[in-house]
């Protein structure tokens, strides 16, 4: 007899488990274009990095300037662009890379003095862009495409990321341009300018 009550509970309750929907409901689809994932970690107060030692920089992202006077236009190329920083033991190695959609993949990689990390340091607390720490979101339609992550010798980082139509970080902390300027600069004093001549 027990047996017998054990088996109609565990029926109900298999029942009543299978008779609500796990799924996504056609309405609430993340995968449905315009659907957005917003896996962003909530900071209850601001990000503060001490230490102004970067081991390493990475951003990747795609740009899209809408600029009507071409002076600007040239300045700051819409496309792709992956700019990195690394320390070594005798300064740090850039890397430099620009691409467009189906086009060819521009790219340089040299040597600079570790001043260069200072300077990337100095240019990210001005803006204070570790308050972009643990953005993430994601979602179907077309737009924007970002990623950053700045390891300091410390331990510390800032890791963002983001993936299609507005999901830029807050743009009082994240502009592209802040970074085209600053690696352009770089690659002008190491005759490394990959970006000369794009219209």
């Not at 047996?3 to 799924?23: H, K, N, R, W």
């Not at 830029?168 to 690659?187: M, Q, S, T, V």
Request: glycine letters at 10%; a negative charge.
């Amino acid at each position: 007899m027990k047996a017998l009550t054990i088996g109609v509970l565990a029926a109900v309750l298999f029942g009543a488990i299978v008779g609500t929907s796990v799924c996504f409901a056609a309405d609430e689809d993340v995968e449905e274009d315009g659907g957005t994932r917003d896996n962003s970690v909530r900071h209850t107060r601001p990000v503060v990095i001490s230490s102004t030692a970067i081991s390493s920089f990475r951003l990747r992202f795609e740009f899209h300037g809408d600029y009507d006077k071409d002076e600007l236009r040239k300045r700051y190329p819409s496309g792709w662009y992956d700019l990195r920083l690394e320390k070594t033991g005798k300064g740090a190695d850039c890397h430099l890379e620009y691409w467009r959609d189906g086009g060819p993949s521009r790219k340089a990689d040299f040597p600079v003095k570790g001043e260069a990390l200072k300077q990337l340091d100095k240019l990210l607390k001005e803006h204070d862009v570790s308050q972009i720490d643990g953005h993430s979101v994601w979602n179907s339609a077309l737009g924007d495409d970002m990623s950053l992550e700045v390891r300091y010798e410390s331990g510390e980082m800032i890791r963002a990321d983001g993936q299609g139509g507005d999901v830029k970080p807050d743009p009082r902390y994240y502009r592209e341009e802040w970074f085209i300027d600053f690696f352009r600069a770089l690659g002008r004093k190491c005759k490394q300018d990959i970006w000369e001549g794009i219209a």
